[in-house]
């Protein structure tokens, strides 16, 4: 089955500093890259998304870009905010279908 | 804006009791899933749906039954909870086509199993 991974598990930056999390995958049918934040007591929420046809994709303070050769995918958020403080997931699909697999989540905090 | 319903956010059972969770959606999604969330393990797959009076087993669908008599509606059913069942459930569903894989979750229940 699809094995997922993320690292790190607990990162700690300065507000304006810049965060990386990446993710590994392993089956190589994926073509669908997102990213889930969830904040303390709230439900996960997609924020970015990746197609296996880009390599990179901005949207303001965040970006994912993919290494499909390499399998893996890594969010990227710039001038981090008290607020970007949650879990992120990433969730690769299997099976050519809408059955996903999450990773096990890395902690972000972001440091005043 | 899409609203998955899950009709409990706090539920506190016995050992052995049979456990309904209840979910719903109300944008008309043909694929919904139920996952539990422990700390560590991110969200784990139990049961999915593809359509009405359809179901197929996740990773972790020991212990778990669901139920899809209506479109909107996606139940969970814990046919006789153990501890081991404490968790985080979280239901979520998505539009149909690979074009539109983005989930869409209720807010929870936090299941307790004493």
Not at chain 1, 45 to 55: A, C, E, K, P, Y
Not at chain 1, 78 to 88: F, G, L, N, R
Not at chain 1, 90 to 97: I, M, Q
Request: glycine share 6%.
């Amino acid at each position: 089955g699809e094995n997922v991974e993320q690292h790190p598990s607990t990162l700690s930056v300065q507000e304006g500093d810049s965060a990386v999390i990446k993710c590994t995958y392993s089956d190589s049918a994926s073509n669908y890259f997102p990213w889930y934040k969830q904040e303390l007591g709230k439900r996960p929420q997609l924020i970015i998304d990746i197609r296996s046809n880009v390599g990179e994709k901005k949207d303001q303070r965040i970006a994912v870009t993919l290494n499909k050769t390499a399998k893996h995918f890594s969010l990227h958020i710039t001038e981090t905010q008290p607020e970007d403080s949650a879990v992120y997931f990433c969730a690769p699909p299997r099976n050519y279908g809408q059955n996903f697999v999450f990773g096990p989540g890395t902690r972000l905090s972001v440091l005043p | 804006d899409v609203k998955v319903t899950q009709s409990s956010r706090y539920l506190v059972k016995r050992t052995g009791e049979k456990v309904f969770l209840e979910c719903v959606q109300d944008m008309d999604h043909e694929n919904m899933f139920w996952y539990r969330q422990d700390p560590g393990l991110g969200l784990r797959l139990i049961y999915f749906s593809y359509d009405v009076k359809m179901k197929e087993k996740g990773d972790i669908p020991e212990g778990y039954s669901v139920s899809r008599e209506k479109k909107e509606r996606f139940s969970l059913i814990l046919e006789s909870a153990s501890t081991n069942q404490t968790s985080m459930y979280l239901c979520a569903s998505s539009p149909p086509g690979t074009s539109n894989e983005k989930l869409f979750f209720g807010s929870g229940t936090q299941l307790s199993v004493l």
